[in-house]
């Protein structure tokens, strides 16, 4: 049927409005088209909920009730800017942090930033296989040894599966971060948390005592990864299929959205571990200084469901972040030197300090703070390479870091050197 003007039904009216079936079917596609751009801050997020996520979160809310999670707040929004900065840079060049690095600075100073990546992945690399391990202790009984020797197992197969795509991994790691998510939801569930201390303490910052800033800057070290930032820049070429400049700023808008989405997931999850232990171990005045110790405690005071839960995501924590954390290995030595070291043979290398760990009897959660303590004494340099290269028109085009950018950029990593400098000082002093 046709009006005067000669218009049918089902176009566009006179008054501009678009029909609500071809609104539906472009929501639609925009969404198909989303989902193609997916993945890569996934796999990057686990590194953000990894054991040592776990250990940092349960000692600061066991010891402080809910008075650091303003910590996970501030530690995602850097995340989040550091993310973004680092899949940029990959998009706009075609080449990753690491690469990158090799074109801009001479060759003795990407010996030194390999020699500190290194130490970086492998300290990553120990809490992760740390955290699968405990996994299979605390859920099925396995001693330490042996579950050391399954997850290494389990890391190899899944590190495997990379050899049928980026895609494959992606969906493997989006699984077990989804396992994570409902294991917490029900830890949050069980815990019954005071939610106005939760929400006072999340926009108010508060550092009870020195301490508490060893926990803090831990908690900054797990949150604000250094090795994702240079394996982000390398995942995102799996993407990059159009190099035009069009293409380039459309594949950056997706990657956006991508990590705002997967950096919010993280968020919670991290902000829910400290919830559930502020809500049980302070509310019971324990203070938790072992992994056992949260999965024993967690039984009594909530039941077998809780304490299972919280096994399970410790689990598919430690295999997923170990999976990931082999990868960001990879990029890191082809990247700044150009080592090509057989890639099972670097696996059994990183696995060999948490298996001696484990041999020596040490604690592994102790373990766990200091590793990722020491990851955020590693923290600075990625950001000041990132910054450094991001800010050259002629290595980013229009792409290259605004003045804005760059001073929000200095700014977090002047941050994250200070709390480092105080920390060093409380420690040589024996305060913290």
Not at 15 to 34: C, E, H, M, W, Y
Not at 160 to 178: P, W
Not at 208 to 224: D, E, K
Not at 406 to 426: D, F, P
Request: net charge positive; proline share 3%; with cysteine.
């Amino acid at each position: 049927m046709e009006n005067e003007r000669g218009l049918r039904s089902t176009d566009v009216s006179v008054t501009g409005f678009v029909p609500f079936k071809k609104d539906r079917s472009a929501n639609i596609s925009k969404f198909r088209q989303l989902l193609k751009y997916l993945g890569p801050a996934f796999i990057v997020s686990v590194a953000y909920i990894d054991p040592g996520n776990f250990a940092t979160n349960i000692s600061g809310g066991s010891e402080f009730g809910y008075a650091l999670i303003w910590v996970i707040l501030f530690s995602n929004l850097m995340a989040i800017f550091l993310q973004i900065m680092s899949a940029k840079l990959g998009i706009a060049t075609g080449h990753n942090l690491p690469e990158m690095c090799a074109k801009v600075f001479s060759k003795k100073t990407n010996w030194v930033f390999w020699i500190v990546a290194e130490i970086g992945a492998m300290a990553t690399d120990l809490a992760e296989f740390l955290g699968g391990t405990l996994g299979l202790y605390l859920l099925f009984h396995i001693p330490m040894i042996y579950a050391g020797i399954i997850t290494g197992i389990i890391t190899f197969f899944i590190c495997y599966m990379e050899k049928y795509g980026q895609k494959t991994i992606e969906i493997i790691i989006s699984i077990l971060v989804a396992v994570i998510c409902i294991a917490y939801t029900i830890e949050l569930f069980l815990a019954k948390p005071d939610w106005f201390q939760v929400g006072i303490h999340t926009i108010i910052p508060s550092l009870p005592n020195s301490q508490a800033l060893l926990i803090a800057v831990g908690m900054l070290g797990a949150t604000v990864m250094p090795h994702v930032i240079y394996l982000h820049s390398h995942l995102v070429q799996h993407r990059g299929t159009d190099t035009s400049i069009e293409g380039k700023l459309k594949h950056l808008k997706m990657e956006k959205i991508d990590v705002t989405i997967a950096m919010n997931i993280a968020f919670i999850v991290n902000a829910a571990m400290v919830i559930v232990s502020a809500a049980v171990f302070n509310k019971n005045g324990l203070i938790v200084d072992t992994m056992e110790q949260a999965h024993a405690s967690l039984q009594p005071l909530l039941g077998s469901l809780s304490s299972g839960a919280f096994g399970i995501a410790l689990l598919a924590s430690g295999l997923s972040s170990s999976a990931v954390g082999t990868m960001a290995g990879q990029t890191i030595m082809k990247g700044f030197v150009n080592l090509s070291i057989p890639i099972n043979i670097r696996r059994l290398i990183t696995m060999m300090p948490a298996l001696a760990i484990i041999a020596l009897g040490i604690n592994p959660m102790n373990t766990l703070v200091l590793s990722q303590v020491a990851l955020s004494f590693i923290l600075p340099f990625p950001i000041i390479q990132m910054l450094t290269i991001a800010r050259r028109k002629d290595l980013m085009g229009i792409m290259a870091n605004r003045n804005w950018v760059r001073i929000l950029g200095i700014i977090i990593a002047a941050i994250i050197i200070s709390l480092n400098m105080v920390l060093l000082y409380l420690t040589f002093t024996g305060q913290a």
